[in-house]
């Protein structure tokens, strides 16, 4: 690997240099048999793809879309948890790859920017994915062709794209898609154009841009206002870094892992909003790059996959336990694989989807279940039989597990609207006790508009409800908000959330 200028995605193009492409000859070294893992196979996607996107819908399906193969991919498939298999459903209107995918509110699915090798292309296109009916129509397109940028749905209902590369050089523009007419308008630029960039939606509803490529790795981080449109500069990381990880820890925080500068680091970080200051924590095990990372139900970071100058293509996983600031060792994929997809699915597992190695691009997906132990089989020793008799042998029977505890949350209704004036939106957060679980719960909400606050009667909650009471300003400005109740309680702390909207009306 001496020599390798690492700077993000390729644009797999011949006019146009890779900057991914890596020396032919890597070993791809199978990972080592044994169990059990936490890691199990589940259906092979249809297409084999890396770059692509997953999303979960709202019926508990995942799609993926686009990618790449050799060439970008149009083709879109459709996860069943239910049955583990993948079905195609319909094509996106363009090829592409590091493009971005973010769910709306109406549940529709929005695709925007990426690369299309077959016309060497930069992207302006933006597609919506109907799940009902499983088809692609075209939408407004962004007035900057994009790649290697971010997307993220704000608390308003718009979406927030900002960055990427244009080829030869990076943006700092930044546009937002309105559902409502399906048309982007230009906001504030960022400070420092940058792409394989990551992007966080805080609690306050702020958006956390941090590190990324343009010619250098960044430390540098901005804050995104949606309330003005405007960035200011925030604290910077103490290493810089590109396509590392950005990770929304249910205390608020902000977990920085991995990434990519003179190599793969695994140096950890934490961003405090309320100082606007980075910290080190605990470091990764194995340094990587272009892996991926999931909030697991339990309110630890699942990191998987990636890629290691050392150990070429990964196939370890790592936890994040927020509570000590530590990094463990969990089971291993079945595959190496980076420039994957991971994604948490309602029953707390987590798809991992396609990604590539030394060997190829990948059609595999593998689940893992976090409530798998990963524990190094002792033997037992063998008794020797006493000669003098032969004792009838009784039946032990099998210990049935016990089920932990848990609880779940629940919003009705899940949409209430306020007049133009302003108000009071009131919804009931049910929560759903299993297991014995007995525990108080402690809720918050976040993804409110500016003008309005939220509160709880009672909280923490010991029962089996609590009302929400969202008082509504009439400054708050007309449209539709999801936001996020979270509730955490337990020994140790379980972390669910649930979402509703909030709209205020026009007239």
């Known amino acids: 690997m001496t020599g390798l200028h690492f700077s993000g995605f390729a644009v797999r193009a011949a006019q146009i240099t890779p900057l991914l492409f890596l020396a032919a000859g890597l070993a791809l070294v199978e990972p080592c048999a044994g169990g059990p893992f936490a890691f199990s196979d589940t259906g092979s996607l249809i297409n084999e793809r890396d770059s692509h996107t997953a999303t979960l819908l709202p019926n508990g399906k995942v799609l993926v879309a686009g990618g790449y193969d050799g060439n970008s991919l149009a083709s879109a498939e459709l996860y069943d948890p239910a049955s583990g298999t993948w079905t195609a459903t319909g094509s996106l209107g363009a090829a592409r790859y590091a493009h971005t995918a973010t769910l709306l509110p109406n549940g529709k699915v929005l695709v925007a920017g990426g690369y299309d090798t077959s016309r060497f292309l930069f992207l302006a296109s933006a597609e919506l994915y109907d799940p009902a009916n499983g088809t692609w129509t075209a939408t407004g397109s962004l007035a900057t062709a994009r790649y290697a940028h971010t997307a993220m749905l704000l608390p308003n209902g718009k979406v927030l794209i900002a960055a ?134 339990n309110g630890k970071v699942l990191i998987s996959g990636g890629f290691n100058e050392s150990s070429s293509y990964l196939a370890s996983a790592e936890l994040y336990d927020p509570a000590n600031g530590i990094w463990t060792a969990t089971g291993s994929l079945g595959d190496r694989r980076w420039f994957h997809t991971a994604t948490l699915l309602p029953n707390g597992n987590v798809l991992v989807a396609g990604g590539s190695n030394s060997g190829g691009y990948l059609v595999s997906a593998e689940l893992y279940d976090p409530g798998t132990p990963t524990p190094t089989p002792t033997a037992t020793p063998t008794p020797t039989p006493t000669p003098t008799s032969t004792p009838t042998a ?55 508009p500016s003008g309005a606050t939220g509160s709880f009667t009672p909280n923490p909650v010991s029962g089996s409800s609590s009302t929400l009471q969202v008082t509504v300003s009439r400054s708050t400005r007309q449209g539709t908000y999801l936001f996020t109740v979270t509730g955490q309680g337990g020994t140790p702390p379980l972390t669910r959330t649930a979402t509703a909207t909030l709209v205020k009306k026009k007239n």
Do not use: C, M
């Open 394 to 448: 009784t039946p032990t029977p099998t210990p049935t597990p016990t089920p932990a505890p848990d609880y779940s949350l629940s919003i009705n209704p899940s949409s209430v609207s306020v007049p133009r004036a302003g108000g009071i939106a009131t919804y009931t957060v049910t929560i759903t006790r299993t297991n014995g679980f007995s525990s108080p719960v402690t809720l918050s909400i976040s993804g409110l």
């Open 164 to 297: 990427g590369s244009t080829g030869g050089d990076s943006t700092p523009s930044a546009e937002l898609y309105d559902p409502a007419n399906g048309t982007w308008t230009a906001t504030g630029s960022l400070g420092t154009a940058r792409y394989v960039h990551t992007a966080t939606l805080l609690q306050n509803g702020k958006v956390l841009v941090a590190g990324g490529y343009n010619f250098v790795y960044f430390a540098s981080a901005e804050l995104y206002d949606p309330a003005n449109g405007t960035w200011t500069a925030t604290g910077s990381l103490g290493a810089v870094r590109g396509n590392h990880t950005a990770t929304l820890l249910p205390n608020g925080k902000v977990l920085v892992a991995g990434g990519y500068s003179s190599g793969a680091t695994a140096s950890t970080e934490l961003y405090n909003p309320a100082s606007g200051t980075w910290t080190a924590t605990g470091s990764l095990g194995t340094a990587r790059y272009a892996n991926t990372a999931t909030l697991l139900q």
